[in-house]
């Protein structure tokens, strides 16, 4: 999967416990980005990276904190997990955003929120 | 703001046919568009990627076509294989940087 590893693959917690989620890339891109997918809305962007200490919001980035101190790492934080974040989390890598670049995925990181 | 939409959601064929899979979007303005491929449990694999500038592209039995000016993007598959079956989708993107906007995907069964 491109040198992306996500962890943990599967979660399971309680409603106001927080909850990060870690991606990890060996490929040194630029660009990292995390994706929610759920039944019926698809793949939502709810953070994303453009460098080192470099973040912005995605479309449904409410709940969530992001922090990414080094190129290889990117993580997700849920401050206090709710039952409406239950969901499929996926990260994504590109190397400069270019318009000829593809987006490459990790295996997802199943949280369930009881 | 960029809407998505691929149409149906769900396909059957029987192995051997071609598949003619559909995407259309709202803002005509896009910097690219790529078609994905997702098997159950996993996560996305890029397929095909048409520069905005781009007409098609093709990658042995997949050619995908973009026109701009109607707002849509078609994936063809050819011959297709019980092991084609799988979620496909398309997703665009306005501007550098990469930021998706995805379609609900087609949940594709090819039987034998």
């Known amino acids: 999967d491109a040198g992306i590893t996500q962890s943990p693959r599967h979660k399971v917690t309680e409603t106001g416990t927080p909850v990060t989620l870690r991606c990890h890339q060996t490929?040194?891109?630029?660009?990292m980005y995390w994706y929610r997918q759920d039944p019926g809305h698809g793949l939502r962007l709810i953070h994303y990276?453009?460098?080192?200490?470099?973040?912005d919001k995605g479309e449904v980035s409410d709940g969530y904190s992001v922090s990414r101190s080094k190129t290889e790492d990117f993580l997700l934080t849920l401050e206090s997990a709710t039952s409406s974040q239950t969901s499929v989390y996926f990260c994504?890598?590109?190397?400069?955003?270019?318009?000829?670049?593809?987006?490459?995925f990790g295996s997802g990181t199943q949280l369930s929120v009881l | 703001k960029q809407e998505v939409t691929q149409i149906p959601a769900a396909l059957s064929v029987p192995e051997g046919e071609n598949l003619v899979l559909n995407c259309s979007f709202t803002?005509?303005?896009?910097?690219?568009l790529q078609w994905f491929r997702q098997d159950p449990g996993k996560g996305l694999t890029s397929l095909l990627l048409?520069?905005?500038?781009?007409r098609e592209q093709t990658s042995g039995r997949l050619n995908a076509s973009l026109d701009k000016s109607s707002g849509r993007s078609t994936l063809y598959i050819a011959a297709s294989q019980p092991g084609d079956s799988a979620t496909y989708l398309c997703?665009?993107?306005?501007?550098?940087?990469?930021?998706?906007?995805f379609g609900g995907g087609t949940r594709v069964l090819v039987k034998p």
């Open positions: 994504a890598i590109s190397n400069l955003g270019g318009e000829n670049e593809k987006l490459f």
């Open positions: 490929e040194n891109h630029r660009y």
């Open positions: 990276s453009y460098g080192v200490k470099d973040t």
């Open positions: 803002d005509s303005a896009i910097y690219n």
């Open positions: 048409i520069q905005s500038s781009q």
């Open positions: 997703a665009a993107i306005k501007a550098a940087g990469n930021k998706l906007t």
